[in-house]
């Protein structure tokens, strides 16, 4: 299975999340006052990470808008909500909350699915938490070969839960 690590929001998740060797990581792009990273902070963050493939994750923006940032920061690819995804590019990526609305024109990330939704989206993204794992075959045997796994899905009090991402992660690299 391809492995997207998404919400990553600081320098220290982004080494963590790095260090785990996913294909894709998300860097959430903060806006005035919210968590994530500014976009003044990603040229140096990024000369930490040197394997995965960026999606920064604007979802305050428009597609147009997003692709420009991204490209600025020479990231490789722009993730938006799917009201703004108006454009076509091969670098857009639309997230969305349940049910991807496939049209392949963008990488589609369903985010908290449910099994039975599976052949939905055997060509998205898909979104899972800790409590999956054990049970990725679920998805592997529905076709799905793409899973993204947001680090706020494995916060606990002290940070990210690392230890059960890279269990995530290498269950999804056995198959």
């Known amino acids: 299975m391809e492995v997207r690590i998404s919400g990553i929001s600081d320098l220290a998740s982004a080494r963590a999340a ?16 919210t968590g994530g990273i500014s976009p003044i902070q990603v040229p140096d963050l990024v000369q930490w990470l040197p394997q995965a493939r960026l999606v920064g994750q604007a979802h305050h923006l428009d597609a147009d808008k997003a692709l420009r940032l991204a490209e600025l920061l020479q990231l490789g690819f722009a993730e938006v909500l799917p009201a703004a995804a108006q454009v076509f590019s091969p670098k857009l990526w639309v ?17 908290s699915p449910d099994a039975h939704m599976a052949p939905l989206c ?3 993204w898909v979104s899972l938490g800790p409590q999956w794992m054990g049970k990725l075959d679920v998805w592997r045997e529905a076709g799905i070969s ?10 606990t009090p002290d ?16 198959g």
């Not at 790095?18 to 959430?28: I, K, T």
């Not at 793409?146 to 916060?155: E, L, T």
């Not at 940070?159 to 056995?174: F, H, I, N, Q």
């Open 122 to 124: 055997t060509h998205a």
């Open 159 to 174: 940070g990210p839960d690392w230890t059960s991402l890279e269990r995530m992660v290498m269950e999804a690299r056995e």
């Open 146 to 155: 793409r899973v993204d796994f947001p680090v706020q899905a494995y916060a």
């Open 95 to 111: 997230w969305c909350a349940q049910r991807p609305l496939w049209n392949n024109r963008a990488n589609w990330v369903a985010a």
């Open 18 to 33: 790095n260090g785990l060797g996913p294909d894709y990581m998300g860097l959430l792009l903060a806006t005035h006052g």
